[in-house]
């Protein structure tokens, strides 16, 4: 069996730092407007709690599953929608809440899709963004780091369903 090593990115602390900045930015963006934090499954779960305790108690929270990397290193390119949303995003606005935005493939189907369901607005929030990775450049009002183009785990991000629990951002290499 071949062993990985994670050799840390991002600590905990610096991630704690940037989700209070982004947090103000998004507050002061919105203002008084309610909001529907649209959390994309299931990497984004960590950064949606810590962000969704630093936004007001208005917000609502819904969720969405995607998937286009199954158990690899790399998208398949083909996004497939596993669970939609329960709460209907018509005249609401909406924050896509993303993990990382790499290919750029899985926010451009969603952005596509739920303005399809006219809402009042729609903005997006990324922990990570991997500008050099991206098929074509993706709209994300709010990031929290640019990245370089590599395989990273941990706050939420897995390999084969491990290493989400990780409190940092590290990247992961193949021993």
Same mark, same amino acid.
Not at 36 to 50: E, P, R
Not at 100 to 106: A, N, Q, R, S
Not at 139 to 151: C, L
């Given at each position: 069996?071949?062993?990985?090593?994670?050799?840390?990115?991002? *600590?905990?602390?610096?991630?704690?730092? #940037?989700?209070?900045?982004?947090? %103000? /930015?998004? #507050?002061?963006?919105?203002?008084?407007?309610? $909001?529907?934090?649209?959390?994309?499954?299931?990497?984004? @779960? =960590?950064? %949606?709690?810590?962000?969704?305790?630093?936004?007001?108690? *208005?917000?609502?929270?819904? @969720?969405?599953?995607?998937?286009?990397?199954?158990?690899?290193?790399?998208?398949?390119?083909?996004?497939? =929608? #596993?669970?939609?949303?329960?709460?209907?995003? /018509?005249?609401? &606005?909406?924050?896509?809440? !993303?993990?990382?935005?790499?290919?750029?493939?899985?926010?451009? &189907?969603?952005? !596509?899709?739920? %303005?399809?369901?006219?809402? %009042? *607005?729609?903005?997006?929030?990324?922990?990570?963004?991997?500008?050099?990775?991206?098929?074509?450049?993706? /709209? =994300? !009002?709010?990031?929290? @780091?640019?990245?370089?183009? !590599?395989?990273?785990?941990?706050?939420?991000?897995? +390999?084969? /369903? #491990? +290493?989400?629990?990780?409190? $940092?951002?590290?990247?992961?290499? *193949?021993?």
């Amino acid at each position: 069996m071949i062993a990985d090593r994670v050799d840390i990115l991002l *600590s905990a602390d610096a991630i704690q730092q #940037r989700i209070d900045q982004l947090a %103000a /930015e998004i #507050r002061t963006d919105y203002g008084d407007n309610p $909001f529907l934090m649209v959390v994309v499954l299931k990497g984004s @779960f =960590i950064f %949606a709690a810590d962000l969704a305790r630093r936004l007001p108690e *208005s917000t609502q929270i819904d @969720f969405v599953q995607v998937s286009s990397y199954a158990d690899q290193k790399s998208s398949s390119g083909v996004v497939q =929608i #596993r669970k939609d949303l329960d709460i209907t995003v /018509e005249g609401k &606005h909406v924050l896509i809440v !993303e993990d990382i935005v790499d290919t750029g493939l899985t926010l451009g &189907h969603l952005r !596509e899709l739920f %303005a399809t369901r006219k809402p %009042a *607005s729609l903005r997006v929030v990324a922990l990570l963004n991997k500008p050099d990775a991206q098929a074509k450049p993706a /709209e =994300i !009002e709010y990031v929290g @780091f640019q990245i370089p183009n !590599e395989f990273v785990v941990g706050y939420g991000l897995d +390999y084969a /369903e #491990r +290493y989400r629990n990780l409190p $940092f951002v590290a990247v992961l290499r *193949s021993e």
